[in-house]
T-cell receptor, first 114, second 116 residues
Framework: AQSVTQPDIHITVSEGASLELRCNYS??????LFWYVQSPGQGLQLLLK??????LVQGIKGFEAEFKRSQSSFNLRKPSVHWSDAAEYFC????????????FGSGTRLLVRP | GAVVSQHPSWVICKSGTSVKIECRSL??????MFWYRQFPKQSLMLMAT?????????EQGVEKDKFLINHASLTLSTLTVTSAHPEDSSFYIC????????????FGEGSRLTVL
């Protein structure tokens, strides 16, 4: 069965500092991996996704993520955080074998210090 | 393209009543739709998977008689919360997929249900 772990419940960074949000997954085959962002009371916005190919994926808003099969990880990074990045971030895993249904991690809340 | 719309965005109902939430794919044919619920400050939990014209497949622990899912057309799925109670208050989000874009999921804006 698929599972996703986001070990950090909260992360606080200063505006302009770099950011890394951790995500580890468990799945036997090659997974489809996603990062979503959610502002309070809002729906989900897709930041980036990995299906195959280049393991470093570029997304919107200056985010990137790297798929590391050996570590079963798909960490999200941003070189310089903006105050508007404060939100909840979810990592998700899907697979063709399970009809692409997404299983979400527990989320990481990002707080940005001015 | 690939827009999914949910209606209503929010709804308040009395305990014991039933509430229907619609999920529509506006510009593509959604052969599969997924329904999630999200409690405050928590993650999204998959409730069920529905394929057009078939009965929904519910995740373990989700009451199928409580949460009725219908996917009668390629552009519409509905979730009906029957005999709603305050503990059913939650944020319900649908997502849709299409065979022409395997692996891609398109999410609705979510529907917030409050049961008094």
């Amino acid at each position: 069965a698929q599972s996703v772990t986001q070990p950090d419940i909260h992360i606080t960074v200063s505006e302009g500092a770099s950011l890394e949000l951790r995500c580890n997954y468990s799945y036997g085959a090659t997974p489809y991996l996603f990062w979503y962002v959610q502002s309070p009371g809002q729906g989900l916005q897709l930041l980036l996704k990995y299906f195959s190919g280049d393991t470093l994926v570029q997304g919107i808003k200056g985010f990137e993520a790297e798929f590391k099969r050996s570590q079963s990880s798909f960490n999200l990074r941003k070189p310089s955080v903006h105050w508007s990045d404060a939100a909840e971030y979810f990592c998700a895993v899907g697979a063709r074998e399970s009809s692409y249904k997404l299983i979400f991690g527990s989320g990481t809340r990002l707080l940005v210090r001015p | 393209g690939a827009v999914v719309s949910q209606h209503p965005s929010w709804v308040i109902c009395k305990s014991g009543t039933s509430v229907k939430i619609e999920c529509r794919s506006l510009d593509f044919q959604a052969t599969t739709m997924f329904w999630y619920r999200q409690f405050p400050k928590q993650s999204l939990m998959l409730m069920a998977t529905s394929n057009e014209g078939s009965k929904a497949t519910y995740e373990q622990g989700v009451e199928k008689d409580k949460f009725l899912i219908n996917h009668a057309s390629l552009t519409l799925s509905t979730l009906t919360v029957t005999s709603a109670h305050p503990e059913d208050s939650s944020f319900y989000i649908c997502s849709a997929s299409t065979p022409s874009l395997p692996g891609e999921l398109f999410f609705g804006e979510g529907s917030r249900l409050t049961v008094l």
